[in-house]
């Protein structure tokens, strides 16, 4: 049976190979940059057209469920969408590129790394900054109605370990524009 390592290259390198820009961003890249911790699946942020729907659906059908209309319904409404791996059974959620100012800027402060929480082999691919994930693990802290424990220790987690090398000025230029400011502070003060 596959891993959940050999499901995410496969899909990267499909990604790749329909020339769709992401990057890794929620459980994963918090690991990544702070404290491994297991997950049931991968988030990606992509940059997909509606127009190139169908060329991805075609790349990955033999290998993943990939619903045409659910991406583009997802496209549509600025939500989500599933993708899950038949040979591992481990599910990706696609979230599309959002447009405002915060997220182009953030979709263009990614780089590479190596992930090393999905298995023994570090796999190479665009992640989230340590400080947009604070930011958006921050979001979702809060839509949560900032009661899940396993998000603020993932914070927590990114904190201790990225804590001397992370932009504080970023961080509170972008928190008022994401109103997660005051969880921002309570987070640092800790």
């Known amino acids: 049976m596959a891993t959940p390592a050999d499901a995410l290259a496969r899909l990267l390198e499909l990604l790749d190979r329909a020339e769709i ?28 057209n509606p127009d190139e729907i169908d060329e991805l659906v075609g790349l990955l059908q033999a290998e993943f469920y ?3 209309t659910m991406i583009r319904e997802g ?14 059974a481990y599910k ?3 979230f599309p590129l959002r447009k405002d100012d915060y997220s182009r800027i953030e979709f263009d402060r990614r780089a590479f790394a190596e992930i090393r929480s999905l298995g023994p082999e570090p796999i ?16 979702w802290y809060r839509a949560g109605g900032e009661t899940s424990e396993r998000q603020w220790n993932d914070l927590r ?26 969880l921002l502070e309570r987070l640092l003060a800790e």
């Open 21 to 48: 820009h992401y990057y890794i961003g929620g459980s994963v890249a918090s690991s990544t940059h702070g404290i491994p911790r297991t997950t049931m699946g991968v988030d990606l942020v992509a940059d997909i």
């Open 66 to 68: 990939a619903d045409a």
């Open 75 to 88: 496209l549509a409404r600025g939500r989500s969408f599933n993708l899950v791996h038949y040979g591992s």
């Open 92 to 94: 990706f959620d696609v």
């Open 124 to 139: 190479a691919c665009a992640i989230a900054t340590a400080e947009d994930t604070i930011l958006r693990k921050l979001e």
């Open 157 to 182: 987690g990114v904190l201790k370990v990225s804590g001397p090398r992370l932009d504080l000025a970023y961080l509170r230029q972008w928190a008022p524009y994401l109103k997660v400011d005051d």
